[in-house]
Each structure stands twice: as C-alpha cells, then as structure tokens.
C-alpha cells in the first residue's frame, strides 16, 4: 500500500517540562536497551529512520503526538540517556538542537577516539547530510 498525503501540524514553542523530559529518557532508554538485546543496534537504527515508528516512538515516550518539537525532544532525550551507555549499546547520539549542533564536529571526533572510527570522515558525513534540502526530495 502506498502512503501518501500531508497533514497540516501546529508549531509549538517553548521546552518539554522537565519531569517529562526525566520520563522520556528513561522510557527511551529501556527501549533502545531492549531492541538492542533481542535485534541488534542496526535494528534500532533501521527503526528511528522510519518516520512512522519514530512518531510512535516519541508517542510512548510521552510527546503528543502531533508535537512539532518531537524530533529535537525525543533525540535530547535519547541522547541524555543512551550516550553514559554507549560502549555497551554501540550507539553514539550527537548534535541536537540550537547551539548545540555546533557542537557535532567535537562529539563525532571524541567518538572515533573512542570507538577507533576515522572521526574526521564523521564530521565530514555529518556536514554534507546537514546539507540535504528535504525540500529538494
């Protein structure tokens, strides 16, 4: 079946309160754990790149669900929780939102001095993708 369509979205502004932001990341990182255990960490890579369980994802973690803040959010989570445990998942989460991002070149290089990657080739994977134009697709 193919989807199709679009769905028109309200803007939200402001911050995910911060129990909620405690919740998710702990919901999220029992999730990630768990796919991790029972399919691999390509597994939960193949997953977060599909919108459809993404939305659902940020749904059980408890955004609503028609949140325009649900990437950012759900990502800021995943990260606070996932990244004390990277060696053992073998997932990395870098980036994020605002002033942040501007910190990805120094997370990806601290990463391939952990894990033995070529962090220069990161940093550079990392810019040409953030160059995408969705619009463009």
Request: hydrophobic share 35%; aromatic share 8%.
């Amino acid at each position: 079946m193919k989807r199709s369509g679009s769905a028109d979205l309200p803007l939200h502004y402001g911050y995910v309160p911060q129990w909620l932001a405690e919740r998710m990341a702990k919901l999220g990182l029992a999730v990630v754990e768990t796919i991790v255990m029972d399919y691999g960490k390509d597994e939960v890579l193949r997953r977060l790149s599909d919108p459809f369980w993404f939305q659902s994802l940020g749904a059980v973690m408890g955004m609503d669900w028609h949140s325009s803040g649900i990437t950012t959010s759900v990502m800021g989570a995943l990260k606070k929780s996932i990244n004390p445990h990277s060696r053992e998942l073998g997932i990395y989460i870098c980036g994020g939102k605002g002033k942040h991002s501007t910190q990805t070149p120094a997370e990806l290089l601290k990463v391939g001095e952990t894990t033995g990657l070529d962090g220069n080739y990161l940093v550079k994977c990392s810019k040409l993708s953030a160059k995408v134009d969705n619009t463009a697709i």
